[in-house]
């Protein structure tokens, strides 16, 4: 059991060297890789923007709470609030998205190429599978989660600031100088990395999980819900350390 | 009238009358019928010995974030000692229940549809029915309160396990003892901050149950369509999960201020 399990580890490295490998490697395949970031970027983005504003509310609520209760006041809501959105909650409320969405697909799509034997068609080919199912995703959902992490962020932003005014009457004015004050340019640079590095956990897990998957229907379900389940847990574990390194940079 | 609408918001709406619909059926035939207690005990210990590592795991990272990030806030305000009550009430509050409800709805939301989906389009379900059995009550009910039910030990398994990390985290990163770390967790923690969380809890176990079930329940188009089924379960219930989780937060913010006012 764990020879298995350290063989399926290694694997799994193996894929993402291999693929990060590929991906800086000349012919870069333009037309497939716009194609995937439509598919990653372009049709997830209502659902992030939709999901995000709802956040925002959530967000502002809690910080009130909170507030209220160890220093008695609002004052500090708007930035606390612009914190917790620009450092941690669009970026991960983004990429979890993003993790369900496009990594489910992912990993259905090469699942199930995998078990009606496409991938070894491709191999007789002479055509690298790694060059040709992974690099121009993993590709696209790097830049689609940037694209989006940047879009959830401003949009997430705008929806507190929104409901500080209605609920708390902080203008638009009070806010941002409040947001000036505790964050800086530097905090989106970091959410971006951090998307960045969730982007290209996404496609590589549902991957892993797609090449690994055993025949039938029920191998497709098993391989979908893993590679769902292991992105998310990752993207967790790498955000913790994320915000552990980048916290010694503020 | 409905020549104003767009098609997509008329096709949205019919699926959400027949989850309704479905929902009246599971709701009828589980009072109406004597509920197979073996399949449900089943059910409950299937999903949380499968989701337990992850949530356990999501947890203790969940809780170490969460401390690094208000220990970033709060030292700027010399309220160090605030700490822990701070990011244990988040967790409880908020980030748990979402969490919980996030990695329940990838782990056994679509592993519930895909097992449904590739029973229906297998036509095990109609051989269930042929035998002169109920689907519903022997398959659909026992998974749906399985769920839910599960889903509160798992809460709780979380939040354990994120009072650990953030514990560890506080004294590794923020440097504060154990006991000033737990200090201010009875006095910010407080009773009705658990119960809204457990509440939310609730909610979303609801939402992942009914919407799994239903969604495998009414798979067609063979293996493609399980396929279809479960990407649109994962997709479906998460953005139920931030829908409920708002409409939660505002009603008890409401009766918070009610409460206070009077």
């Not at chain 1, 609520?61 to 606390?80: K, W, Y």
């Not at chain 1, 879009?151 to 932003?157: Q, R, Y």
């Not at chain 2, 767009?6 to 959400?16: A, D, G, N, R």
């Not at chain 2, 709805?105 to 036509?123: F, H, I, P």
Request: some cysteine.
């Amino acid at each position: 059991m764990v020879l298995g399990w350290a063989n399926s580890v290694g694997e799994f490295f193996y894929l993402a060297a291999k693929s990060l490998q590929f991906a800086f490697t000349p012919p870069v395949r333009f037309k497939d890789i716009i194609k995937q970031t439509e598919f990653v970027a372009v049709q997830s983005a209502p659902i992030v923007v939709f999901c995000v504003c709802f956040a925002a509310v959530v967000v502002v609520i809690e910080a009130s709470f909170h507030m209220r209760i160890v220093i008695q006041n609002d004052s500090l809501v708007p930035g606390f609030a612009s914190l917790l959105i620009l450092r941690e909650l669009g970026v991960v409320v983004a990429c979890l998205l993003v993790t369900s969405r496009v990594g489910a697909g992912l990993a259905a799509e090469v699942s199930s190429m995998q078990i009606t034997e496409q991938v070894d068609a491709l191999r007789l080919l002479g055509i690298h599978p790694i060059k040709f199912l992974v690099v121009p995703r993993l590709i696209a959902c790097v830049v689609g989660c940037v694209l989006l992490t940047v879009i959830a962020n401003i949009v997430c932003l705008y929806g507190a600031m929104l409901v500080t005014q209605h609920k708390m009457g902080f203008g638009p004015a009070n806010f941002l100088s409040a947001m000036k004050a505790f964050v800086s340019f530097q905090d989106l640079v970091f959410a971006m990395i951090k998307g960045a590095v969730f982007g290209a956990i996404i496609p590589i897990v549902s991957c892993f999980f797609g090449f690994r998957c055993k025949a039938g229907a029920e191998g497709v379900g098993t391989a979908t819900t893993n590679a769902v389940v292991t992105a998310s847990v990752l993207i967790i574990f790498a955000d913790f350390i994320l915000s552990f390194l980048f916290s010694s940079l503020y | 009238m409905s020549a104003y609408m767009p098609k997509s918001i008329l096709l949205f709406l019919e699926e959400l009358g027949r989850t309704m619909q479905f929902a009246g059926l599971v709701f009828r035939t589980g009072v109406a019928n004597k509920v197979p207690m073996h399949l449900v005990f089943e059910q409950i210990w299937k999903v949380f010995v499968q989701s337990l590592s992850t949530t356990a795991l999501a947890g203790f990272f969940v809780g170490g974030i969460m401390t690094v990030q208000f220990t970033l806030q709060v030292k700027q305000f010399g309220a160090l000692g605030y700490l822990g009550g701070l990011s244990t009430s988040g967790t409880f509050r908020e980030v748990g229940p979402l969490l919980i409800a996030f990695m329940l709805s990838g782990k056994v939301g679509a592993y519930t549809s895909a097992e449904l989906g590739t029973m229906k389009v297998t036509e095990q379900i109609d051989a269930i029915r042929c035998l002169g059995a109920n689907p519903i009550l022997e398959l659909i009910l026992p998974r749906f309160i399985g769920i839910i039910v599960a889903s509160f030990f798992l809460l709780f398994v979380g939040l354990m396990m994120s009072v650990g990390g953030g514990l560890l985290m506080g004294i590794i990163f923020s440097g504060i003892q154990v006991e000033e770390y737990l200090r201010h967790i009875p006095t910010i923690v407080s009773i009705p901050s658990i119960f809204g969380g457990l509440f939310k809890c609730l909610v979303f176990s609801i939402l992942i149950a009914l919407v799994c079930t239903y969604m495998g329940y009414s798979t067609t188009g063979g293996a493609k369509g399980v396929g279809r089924a479960v990407v649109k379960t994962a997709m479906i219930t998460m953005v139920g999960i931030v829908l409920s989780d708002w409409a939660t937060s505002m009603i008890f913010d409401s009766i918070l201020t009610l409460v206070m006012e009077a």
